[in-house]
């Protein structure tokens, strides 16, 4: 499923128009991302939390080459689905 096939499922379960539910879809994804881009935890019970980690800076090798190479510290977005998803999945 990409997002133009949720924006359909979400249009006709909630009866909105695709323009409307393509709205309503894209508030919640920036709401997630902007408060993830603060570092704050986003819960949705039942669905799962977004958080962000540091990843620590360390060295990897080129492939191609075999050379060592150091990778840069970065920050990661994690997501841990919650007990329903997990149910569903299964």
Request: with cysteine; hydrophobic share 40%.
């Amino acid at each position: 499923m990409n997002k133009g096939d949720l924006i359909e499922k979400v249009s006709k379960e909630c009866d909105l128009t695709k323009a409307a539910a393509e709205k309503a879809l894209n508030s919640i994804l920036g709401a997630i991302a902007d408060a993830v881009a603060t570092g704050e935890k986003v819960t949705l019970i039942g669905f799962g939390t977004f958080s962000v980690s540091k990843r620590a800076a360390r060295e990897g090798r080129n492939p191609q080459t075999g050379k060592a190479m150091k990778i840069p510290a970065k920050k990661v977005v994690k997501f841990k689905p919650g007990s329903k998803l997990a149910e569903a999945a299964k």
